[in-house]
């Protein structure tokens, strides 16, 4: 029998393995935030590795949950492999996915993540609308690999973002309607340095999410991309990223005088961790299509100090 304590545990535990730069800033909040915060995040981060991953996928937990040992309340298995084929068995699991979601939001969660996320909507009203939105997201992941225009991938943002911020933003507590707005451009920030940090991840996948008109703009063909040849043009584009998810960065700032006090520094902590990953990748923007960046411990504890000195994301 998982207790509402052990399923917690495992949304913690999925949190800092897979969401690193998150968690810096969720280890700031008052243990009940903190903990519907995890239950939030773990629920998304299975949503989007069904859509990301490679493999067959097995339904009977979280990210990682075959190796911890924890599957639905009841022992049930959905077998992903049984399914015609690798996509629909994808959108199977995004299905079963969605209807734990309802589960969970009517109080009859059998998931360890959802077992958590119930419990954690007894304090929070959190937005079933902003879970659904992230689900749309990653079904679009799953059939769209290209954006035409800037405005396009604006609206996957929003699905998969912006429904993050509408989410904290109802475990945090804010002050005006001002916040949402504010929050929206936090959360585009974050994902646009998603986007550019992970040019080279993507290109494994048959992802593009940078704009094609914008390619054309600075003279990039998607085959300069895929072989990835470094020169002035690339540069130039990727550097014209950096500097758009820094405008959000600034745009986002009057949200942390919006916050509850108690969700202010790791929030703050959450936007300057990756404010710092574009940082780093000012410094060498060609990097995007060698490596993955990542901070290390010592740049994190570098974000913690910086920001209690001046309290801004960039």
């Not at 520094?265 to 990097?287: E, H, I, Q, S």
Request: proline share 4%.
């Amino acid at each position: 029998m998982i207790t509402v304590d052990d399923a917690y545990d495992l949304c913690r535990k999925t949190a800092h393995k897979h969401g690193a730069n998150f968690s810096v800033g969720f280890r700031f909040l008052p243990r009940l935030k903190r903990r519907a915060v995890y239950a939030a995040y773990a629920f998304c981060r299975w949503a989007d590795d069904i859509a990301d991953e490679d493999d067959d996928l097995r339904l009977s937990g979280a990210p990682g949950a075959e190796s911890i040992g924890m599957p639905f309340k009841d022992g049930r298995v959905v077998q992903a492999g049984s399914l015609c084929s690798r996509d629909q068995s994808r959108m199977e699991n995004l299905d079963a996915c969605r209807r734990e979601l309802d589960a969970c939001y009517e109080g009859r969660p059998s998931h360890p993540i959802t077992i958590a996320l119930a419990d954690a909507l007894q304090h929070f009203a959190i937005p079933k609308s902003a879970f659904l939105a992230l689900i749309d997201g990653c079904r679009q992941d799953m059939v769209k690999t290209r954006y035409e225009t800037f405005d396009e991938l604006l609206h996957y943002c929003d699905l998969v973002a912006s429904s993050i911020s509408d989410i904290s933003l109802a475990i945090f507590g804010y002050r005006t309607p001002a916040a949402i707005d504010h929050g929206r451009s936090l959360s585009t920030a974050l994902q646009l340095t998603n986007v550019t940090r992970d040019v080279g991840d993507d290109l494994a996948r048959n992802r593009v999410y940078l704009p094609q008109e914008e390619l054309r703009r600075f003279g990039v063909t998607e085959q300069e991309l895929f072989e990835r040849r470094e020169n002035h043009r690339l540069r130039s584009l990727i550097e014209f990223q950096i500097a758009r998810a820094e405008e959000y960065f600034r745009a986002a700032e009057p949200l942390l005088k919006e916050l509850a006090f108690d969700a202010r520094f790791p929030t703050l902590l959450m936007g300057g961790v990756y404010a710092t990953v574009l940082a780093n990748l000012r410094k060498d923007p060609l990097m995007v299509i060698r490596k993955r960046f990542s901070l290390s411990r010592l740049q994190k504890v570098l974000v913690i100090t910086t920001r209690l000195l001046r309290p801004h994301f960039v």
